[in-house]
């Protein structure tokens, strides 16, 4: 999720392989897309692949390209989220959703709706209700947000992760008041509202077979039996390198054979950070074994990443020192994973090599971090032949990483990719000069510095 997940459990540490064939084998300059893009290959093999978006992401137009160009699917970070959608009783906001769908709409990209119904970003007004009112509650909820986006959506997250980690379903608000069945009230009121949405359950750590995926299979089996309206599960699969579990492709058979779909939702694969040339081997063989798993099952609908690249990305966030959880870098330029994702799709990833650094220009950074901030000092340096009259340096900050002022340069905006451009005093630099500045950041935890720099159009040294 993008905002306010807790740590999993069972979650432990990092593997690494060697490189072997596995290094990027290069980019076009069209914001980073390499080769055919994934929504193409995944539709030449009857399956969707998706990313989420936020409502913020839409003013980075390096990420939308990529969004834009590779994915055919796009799932709301939090814009269709009950604290966003009905922040108090009875008072409604689909302003943010309805500008996800807006993009997705403009893109031809389906969306996933996430989600109805969950125990977590609840306001505070729902859990506050007396338990004979909570029915009521979340049936109107469903109603009117499903209403609003009916005909929109090809599917819902009608119940977001219903088990807690030992597989008991979470004594929360809806649990308390009904029971068990707070889960089949709230697929009929879905169905009711949208008959044409695709109405899923939705979960971590369920992807492999054990205690957990064992209660959601019980469940479902259950609600099947009962008639109530139920199409697919979602596998959140939200991975450490090295730790995709054996038995995943089992587990997504034995959903598919109660005659459900399943779908890979919100996948990612972190690991420390900054991330090694192994970890980056593993997270490539990683995403290319979870694309094979999908296409094994003939009712696995689609795989769908967690955010488009490291930059926008939730864990460093949620896992202090840990990232470099996608196929896109902070840069939005494919990784490793990306080609082996291609590759397991029937593309290929011979592709145009990235332009080589400038001879003309170099840039060197530092930085000094502490627990939330640090500072960052670049230095540029002229290593033309030619004066440089007026600068603007673009690049791109770690994910979590948010600039709370500056020196000798304006940057903006404060997060994602960023341009610092000279002020009054410092726009000449002659051949064989240099010119610094610097800014200081929170973060999250990831307190890497940047992989590129772009002076006045051309990467640097």
């Known amino acids: 999720m993008f905002t306010t997940r807790t740590a999993r459990a069972g979650l432990a540490a990092t593997a690494a392989l060697t490189v072997g064939g596995l290094l990027l084998a290069g980019v076009t300059s069209e914001a980073g897309a390499a080769g055919t893009g994934l929504k193409t290959l995944a539709e030449a093999k009857n399956i969707y692949f998706g990313t989420a978006l936020t409502q913020s992401n839409l003013s980075n137009s390096t990420l939308t390209a990529v969004a834009g160009a590779q994915f055919d699917m796009v799932t709301p970070g939090n814009e269709m989220k009950w604290d966003t959608t009905e922040p108090s009783n009875g008072t409604y906001n689909f302003g943010p959703g309805d500008q996800i769908v807006s993009f997705a709409q403009s893109h031809s990209m389906r969306i996933r709706g996430h989600n109805l119904v969950w125990h977590s970003q609840l306001p505070s007004w729902v859990s506050s209700l007396p338990s004979n009112q909570v029915q009521a509650a979340m049936e109107a909820h469903i109603t009117t947000e499903a209403t609003h986006y009916k005909g929109k959506l090809y599917a819902w997250d009608v119940v977001n992760e219903p088990f807690d980690d030992s597989g008991n379903l979470r004594t929360d608000a809806f649990y308390n008041a009904m029971g068990s069945g707070y889960i089949a009230d709230a697929l009929r009121t879905a169905h009711a509202a949208d008959p044409n949405a695709k109405l899923y359950l939705n979960d971590y750590n369920i992807e492999g077979q054990n205690a957990k995926s064992d209660a959601m299979y019980q469940l479902v089996s259950q609600l099947k039996a009962q008639g109530v309206p139920i199409d697919g599960i979602g596998l959140e699969s939200h991975f450490i390198v090295g730790q995709v579990p054996s038995s995943m492709r089992a587990n997504m058979q034995r959903f598919a054979a109660l005659g459900l779909d399943v779908a890979i939702t919100e996948l990612d694969d972190r690991m420390q950070t900054p991330a090694s040339n192994a970890n980056l081997a593993q997270q490539a063989t990683d995403y290319a074994a979870v694309v094979a798993n999908c296409l094994a099952v003939p009712r696995c609908v689609g795989v769908s990443q967690w955010g488009v690249g490291d930059a926008d990305s939730w864990i460093p966030g949620a896992f202090p020192g840990q990232g470099a959880a996608t196929m896109y870098d902070n840069n939005y330029q494919p990784k490793p994973a990306y080609n082996s994702t291609a590759t397991a799709l029937g593309g290929s990833t011979t592709t145009t090599p990235p332009p080589p650094p400038s001879s003309t220009c170099k840039v060197t950074d530092t930085v000094n971090a502490w627990n939330t901030g640090l500072t960052e000092s670049i230095t540029i340096t002229n290593t033309g032949s030619s004066a440089i009259s007026g600068w603007s340096l673009a690049f791109t900050l770690a994910g979590g990483q948010a600039i709370t002022s500056a020196w000798n340069a304006t940057i903006a905006p404060s997060t994602g990719a960023v ?43």
Do not use: E, M
């Open 419 to 461: 341009t610092a451009k000279n002020v009054n005093y410092n726009g000449s630099v002659a051949p064989g000069a240099s010119v610094s500045f610097g800014f200081q950041a929170s973060h999250t935890g990831d307190t890497s510095t940047p992989g590129d720099f772009t002076l006045n159009g051309t990467r640097c040294a």
